[in-house]
């Protein structure tokens, strides 16, 4: 007990840590929304038709994004819901940096009627680690 009041803080960070670790990826699973890797992606892409939706701001979607991808910053998804209303009946992969933005856009998705909504695991960060193409 008493190690446990003098490591408070380490306990405490060790807890957090692993419920974002583990936490993140079972609150995907319970919300419906499909984490991808990047070679599951290029197989939505290139079986599926896919819609990329790239949720990451200008200057971010200026240095590199995937090629044929919708730039649609997570700030302005909400008013722009009707811009991707063709797309519902299509597979949807959301990029952002880390997966964390477009793992947002997902659930945002999912309450506008989207059904087929993926997020990109790891988002351009995993992207570019697997030697995948990016365009400018």
Request: hydrophobic content about 45%.
């Amino acid at each position: 007990m008493e190690f446990v009041l003098q490591n408070i803080w380490l306990i405490l960070l060790v807890v957090i840590s692993g419920f974002m670790l583990f936490g993140g990826g079972l609150f995907g699973r319970l919300s419906g929304i499909k984490q991808v890797g990047p070679q599951e992606a290029v197989l939505l892409f290139n079986h599926e038709d896919a819609l990329v939706l790239d949720v990451r701001e200008q200057s971010e979607w200026s240095d590199g994004h995937i090629a044929k991808a919708k730039h649609v910053p997570l700030g302005q998804l909400k008013n722009r819901m009707a811009d991707l209303d063709k797309f519902k009946d299509k597979p949807i992969v959301a990029v952002c940096r880390s997966g964390n933005r477009s793992r947002h856009a997902c659930g945002l998705l999912r309450k506008a009627g989207f059904e087929n909504v993926h997020n990109l695991a790891g988002g351009m960060q995993a992207w570019e680690q697997a030697g995948l193409p990016r365009e400018k």
